[in-house]
Structure formats: structure tokens, C-alpha cells
């Protein structure tokens, strides 16, 4: 049975997992991720829940966990934030590399020195080359659906790459909502059992996993993961779909979601929890007789580049919300990619929010009427103190 | 052709991928000096080595990746090297 509760986002992203029966869980605990996998050991050890939970050192070899156990052909989870998907690095290359479909929460967290337990999304940007398809989620519900979804993706064989569903530190992960839970056979239904094709354990059938990739063959590897990125758009959206159809909702077309876009000439571009307080913002402008759009971007990779050259053809302000910051270039990265999308237009950029910096209405006021005023494409960092 | 995530499903299929590509310098056996002592064939780490159907001894490219260690501990020095041309 559907029900409603109302929950943390950490402790939505594991009752998704729950749902989506996992076998193997390995974990370590760090803030704000911590909770998630408290859940789950709970679930595990109440009997809720019948799976193996490892209990790693590092978040290093919890990865290295869940890649053995996706090698074997199960269905495994983790969750990690900052330092940890930092320390995870050369083990995230390796999911990817070997095409196994882990599924992974990432609690947005900025990265030290100096420490800094809030959110940002530097930990994540900072992986965007590792060849995990990442999903920024705007609130605790949609932090669910995301995970369920994510299996439905990595799992599908045009794709078979790992996810990350990444969600805002404490903005998401402490702050409780209400959550519609849908019906766990639903959902079993729904993603079925996972019967990998192409990677598993079986003494009958002896395989190399993880091999040698010399010149002649490494390139082509690339490119097959670079190919799957590419169709990892189609079964996105094919997924976003089906997933409304069964549970009743979607998010925009599955790579981005338009708000109040039409007739819009001013657009903020933006990913997380943040689109919340644009939304908040856009309804009272337009109560104001005012006409401001959010285009949120909820797959940072693959990038929906088609689709975001389509929607903001006939924008003239483009404002792009960066909760990170690319040094050395003084832009953020998705300021740098939707410039390089729309190649020509104006697009100015702003850090925000870096480090748990509240991003408050009055700051995405400032923001559109400098975007308004702006002649040219600019960095300007919003809320910094004098 | 690369299969997905590089997995290897059939075990020694370098019988068919060359792995000795990467050499910069090739070991000549000079075949007159050899006494067949069969040191090289011991020494050899990729087992790149072989005595054919003459019992001279020979070295196979496909899988030698030239490090030369065959060329060092011949004692009549009948293994000389050549730098490898692409």
C-alpha cells in the first residue's frame, strides 16, 4: 500500500533501496550521509530487509565492496559525501570502466580545507568525468523516485553504467517532508529481479573481469562508455515516463524541467534543492506581472545539451546558478557547460551557496535583475560578506 | 572487438591478442654463437621463448616485450638488440 510519511531525505534515498531490494550494501559513515545507512542497517538487522551489509574502513573500500559485489551480478547500494566521494575517486573510474550498475547516494557536502560539513556541490562536479551518470534531485520525494529509477537505468542494457543520485547536504538530508512511499511490490514489479547479462559469477561459466586494456583496446573502451552516456538520454527519459505511468510522477522530461518558461526572456538555469526557491521567487514575480523561468538541469551527466539549445532558443537573459566553483576559470561548471551549449548568447554566472552560504529570496532577486541589467556574459559571487 | 567493460569470456585468447607490441628494442639470437644452454629460455618472464623442431632456440615477437633480460645473461653473448622500427 501507497502511504505518506514524513521523512529526512537521507531516509528517503533508504527506504528507496529497501524497495529496490538490494542485496549488498557497504558502507561508511560521514555526514551528512550518515543517517541513510543507519536506516538500512536497521532494516537489516529488523529482518525488514534481507541483504549483506558491509561494513568498510574507508569509503574507498566500500566501493571497492560494491564493485566486487555488482561483479558477482547483485544489486548493491552505498552512500557517501565530500571527503569520502573523494576518497572513492579511482574506484568510481573502476564501476564505470567495468560497466557495473551500482547505485549511490551522494549527500552534497563541500570539500576542505578549511572543513566544512554543509552543502555544496563541489564533491560531485568533481567526479563528472568518472562515467557516472549523475542525478541532482530538488527534494526528498523526487530523492526517492531517483533511486528507484537509478536501477532502472544503470540496469538498462543500452546503459549499464553506474549512478549517482546526488542530493543537497542538510537542506535535503535533515529536513523532513512528506514522502508518498509507494507499495513495495510495486516496486519490485516495477524493476524486477536483476538478471545481469554480461557480469556475473558463475563457476561454469569462468570470465575475466577488470582486465588489462593496452593501447590497442583502451581507446575503444572510452568511446563504448562515452556511446552508452549518449544512449543513457533515451532511457532516461523512456524511464521518466514509465515511472509516471505506475507511480504517478515525473520530473520535467527526465534530464531537465522547465518552470513558467514560456514567454519567459529572462531564464535561471540551476540543479538541487536551490529550484525550490527559484519556483518560490518565479510565482511572485509573476503575481508582480513579472515573467522569469527555471530550466533545472536534473542530469548533470549525461548533459542534456539538445535539450536545454532547445528550450532556451528564444531566451535573451540566461542566469546559471553554480553551487561550485571551477578555479583558476572563475566560473562555475555548469556555467561553463551551458555557455558552451549556447554558444554566442549571453550567459552570466553565479557562484552561490558555496559551503552551506544560504541562498535566500532576496539573492535570486538580486540575481535576476543584475542578469537583467548585465550587458555581457559575468561571474558574480552572490551573498559574500564585505 | 572490446566487449562491454572489457570482460574476457574466453580464457587464453592471447593466443590470438598479440601482447608484445610495446617494445622499443628487439633481442637478435645469433643462432652460431648459441650454445644452447637454455639460460635465456629460463630467464625469459614471458615465456617468449621457444626451441623449435631443430632444437634451436628461438624468439617468439608476438609476445616478446623486449626487456632484454635474455640478452644480459647469455653467457656467449649470442643475444644482441636492435632498436625497434614501427
Known amino acids: 500500500m501507497e502511504r505518506v510519511d514524513v521523512i529526512t531525505g537521507t531516509t528517503a534515498a533508504a527506504i528507496a533501496a529497501k524497495l529496490s531490494k538490494v542485496e549488498v550494501i557497504a558502507a561508511y559513515p560521514i555526514t551528512p550521509q550518515s543517517e541513510c ?16 551489509y558491509i561494513k568498510a574502513e574507508s569509503e574507498h573500500s566500500a566501493m571497492a565492496a560494491c564493485i566486487g559485489a555488482s561483479a558477482t551480478g547483485v544489486r548493491t547500494f552505498t552512500a557517501t559525501a565530500s571527503q569520502g566521494l573523494a576518497l572513492m575517486h579511482e574506484m568510481l573510474y573502476i564501476a564505470a570502466g567495468m560497466r557495473l550498475p551500482v547505485v549511490m547516494l551522494n549527500t552534497n557536502r563541500a570539500l576542505s580545507a578549511p572543513i566544512n560539513i554543509w552543502c555544496d556541490h563541489q564533491d560531485s562536479i568533481s567526479e563528472r568525468d568518472t562515467g557516472w551518470i549523475q542525478i541532482y534531485a530538488e527534494d526528498n520525494q523526487e530523492t526517492l523516485d531517483s533511486i528507484i529509477q537509478a536501477y532502472k537505468i544503470a540496469e538498462d542494457e543500452d546503459v549499464l553504467l553506474p549512478v549517482m543520485v546526488c542530493i543537497d547536504g542538510f537542506i535535503l538530508t535533515h529536513t523532513v517532508e512528506p514522502v508518498h512511499i509507494p507499495d513495495e511490490k510495486k516496486v519490485r514489479d516495477y524493476l524486477g529481479v536483476y538478471e545481469p547479462k554480461h557480469a556475473y559469477l558463475d563457476p561454469d561459466r569462468p570470465i575475466t573481469q577488470g582486465p588489462v586494456g593496452v593501447p590497442e583496446c583502451y581507446m575503444e573502451t572510452r568511446k563504448q562508455i562515452s556511446d552508452a552516456m549518449e544512449k543513457a538520454k533515451k532511457v532516461i527519459k523512456r524511464v521518466n515516463e514509465e515511472y509516471y505511468e505506475i507511480f504517478n510522477r515525473r520530473y520535467g522530461n527526465g534530464l531537465v524541467e522547465g518552470y513558467n518558461l514560456e514567454d519567459a526572456d529572462t531564464v535561471l538555469v540551476a540543479m538541487g534543492s536551490v529550484c525550490g526557491t527559484i519556483k518560490y521567487v518565479i510565482d511572485s514575480l509573476k503575481e508582480k506581472g513579472k515573467n522569469v ?94 | 572487438m572490446v566487449t562491454i567493460g572489457a570482460i574476457i569470456y574466453e580464457p587464453g585468447n592471447t593466443t590470438r591478442n598479440k601482447t608484445g607490441n610495446w617494445r622499443t628494442f628487439r633481442p637478435i639470437l645469433n643462432t652460431e654463437k648459441c650454445v644452447k644452454c637454455e639460460i635465456c629460455y629460463i630467464f625469459c618472464p614471458e615465456g617468449a621463448i621457444y626451441e623449435d623442431e631443430n632444437e634451436n632456440f628461438r624468439i617468439n615477437y608476438d609476445y616478446c616485450k623486449g626487456c632484454l633480460i635474455c640478452s644480459k645473461e647469455c653467457p656467449t653473448n649470442a643475444i644482441t638488440k636492435v632498436r625497434e622500427e614501427k
Request: glycine content about 10%.
Open chain 1, 37 to 52: 545507512i543507519e536506516v538500512l542497517a536497521k532494516f537489516i538487522a529488523d529482518g525488514e530487509l534481507d541483504a549483506e
Open chain 1, 293 to 386: 523561468g527555471l530550466l533545472r538541469v536534473r542530469t548533470y551527466r549525461p548533459f542534456p545539451k539538445e535539450d536545454i539549445k532547445e528550450m532556451l532558443k528564444e531566451t535573451e537573459n540566461v542566469g546559471v546558478l553554480d553551487k561550485n566553483i571551477s578555479l583558476g576559470f572563475n566560473m562555475g561548471a555548469l556555467g561553463i557547460e551551458i555557455m558552451a551549449t549556447l554558444k554566442g548568447k549571453k550567459v552570466c554566472n553565479y557562484i552561490v551557496g558555496l559551503g552551506g552560504r544560504d541562498i535566500t529570496l532576496q539573492n535570486i532577486e538580486e540575481i535576476i535583475k543584475h542578469l537583467e541589467e548585465s550587458e555581457d556574459g559575468e561571474t558574480k559571487w552572490i551573498g559574500l560578506k564585505e
